[in-house]
């Protein structure tokens, strides 16, 4: 007999799991995703045949072997041949979009790929304005720390805010802040209150709770900033017009990746992608790196702000007071060489990272960003004033402010080191090509870097122009991380779209909560990752939910207009409609296979498709193994 399974709201999920298994139980490894603190709500009423839902975790399960072992011999047996025109679109709007949208794929045919290529490659010249419009609620994306700070208050202003009372007005909070004393109010300490209104914006969950302090009407949680940065992210993944460059701003914050999970940190993490991420994305790589080594988000994260040379005038008088100083935090040089740079094989020893640590004391930021405006701050009597060897190259302590120009003498160094060239080309070439990218693009790429100094830009460009990118082994042979499934999922289907805190928790449990990655590697780019059987359920049931009209704040347009149409019909137009081109003929036999199995349940008396069939077969569509690649 089979079993049944349940249907299970999840986090405001709909899930499909095996009769018995504890949501719980089913994360995935590394952290990424449930926690036992989540709470499910099991409807037992609700139950469907185990063979479906069987069926499609097997037939999904097959994509992880495709994704991993089968792949490289699979591409060693395939002798090389041309994709056709139409192919080459849909690769190329796989690659450098987060999808085709619905007349995507011809358009490009008509506009002709080079032209399509230069247009992404050049953002600044492409019009955006319908995106700005979206992104215009969500007003904590537009703020830096300092203009967050009253909105989203200390616990102790809190605290103090529930001592006067919540109906004070803008004038009497202001009056009382002065009468604490100017001293206190310029550093920060005691911020002028103002009405702390909650924030206008569609992602903001209504009778939000503060854990310690108990519900305060009008006072904002910090989750409103999260949440409103991960829709922004979403949004112009789904609707800007500049896809290449949303794609590579999401690349360099994985590579600077920044932790969002810390009160302070979450204040500086918007302004660290409108300011030090977005503008850079495709200039320079040394004006890139810069600008991450002084971002106070960055100096935060990785406790560069607490770096402090023992030799320094404030570890000797530290010392001399018997006081025991902060000392040298290597936590930044490490990341900075091996994460950054030069790559964990690019020749550097832990004496290096020892120096590079004494470089960067005195790097750290002004003020604190939970109380107001924070900035990068040099400050000379926490630098270590000996001369430093990195690499082999001796770099001469320089003392006072002048200091802070050591550091740049080091950026300067790994930026322009071969093995840096040789770090990101491969990078790059993963995220664009292959998991495991061939030698022969690493190395143009890696040559262009150091003859273009530097820039991103030219590299993509040698990736997009180059032959490994269009060989018939690179097409649809990436898995999707979940917020291009999503993203693609959404521009496939065409479908109105606006980011809601459901929506924000199933990328939750497909793995990649946005902005909450907390080792310093940030996400991973590789189908290993995401591939598995922890998070292929979560893949289908995104799949079914949003074709079944049930993802809050996702309305379809159009997609089930196919009446008169049979089930073969079905699928085949909307494989056409989602993938660009027909399914495989092994993906049609295994989903023909089980539509004709359950077509007594999905078909009314005169044989023709009802919604609920159509939505089904746009679900078994979505969760393909052609769709769930790119």
Known sequence: MVAATELVIYNNSVLILPGGHDPHQMG?????????????????????????VGAMVVFLLALAVIDTASAVAERSRISPTSLTDQQKAIHLLNRITYGPRPGNVKRVQVMGLDAFLRQQLHPEGIDD????????????????????????????VLRELRKQGLGSTQEEMKNRADTRGDRKAKKGRNPIFRPLNRLPGPVVPEGRKFRKLGPIKGVNGLGVISQQLQAAKLIRAVYSERQLQEIMVDFWMNHFNVYMGTGQDRMMVSTYERETIRPHCMGKFRNLLGETARAPVMLSYLDNKLSISPRSVAGLKASQKGKKARGLN????????????LGVDGGYTQQDVIEVAKVFTGWTHSGNARAGPVAFEFRANSHD????????????????????????????????????????????ARRFVADDPPRSLVRKVAQTYLKR???????????????????????????????????????????EFTPSPALLRTMQLMGEPLYHCGPPTGYPDVGAAWINSGTLLYRWNFAVALTGGRVPGVRLRGLFDLAGQGTQEILDTLSDRFLGEKLSDNTRTKLHAMLEHHRAEMTDRRGKAERSEVQYIAGLVLGSPEFQRR
Do not use: C
């Open 385 to 428: 004033p000996g001369d430093k060897t990195v690499l082999g190259t001796t770099i001469h302590g320089i003392p006072g402010k002048q200091g802070v120009r050591e550091g740049e003498q080091v950026l300067d160094m790994l930026a322009k080191h071969p093995s840096t060239a040789k770090f990101l080309a491969m990078k790059l």
């Open 330 to 341: 290597e936590n930044y040089a490490r990341e900075l060489m091996e994460l950054h740079t």
């Open 129 to 156: 304005p319908a995106v700005e419009e979206r992104l215009k609620p969500l007003e904590t994306i537009w703020m830096n720390s300092g203009e967050l700070a009253p909105y989203f208050p200390r616990g102790s």
């Open 28 to 52: 995935v490894k590394g952290g990424m995703g449930l926690t036992r603190h989540s709470k499910g709500v099991s409807m037992r009423g609700l139950r469907t045949p185990a063979l479906i």
């Open 453 to 495: 100094d530097g820039d991103i830009r030219e590299m993509l460009s040698t990736i997009f122009h180059s032959k490994e990118f269009w060989s018939p082994q690179a097409y649809r042979a990436k898995a999707k991380k979940p917020l291009e499934l999503i993203a693609s999922s959404v521009r496939a289907v065409g479908a």
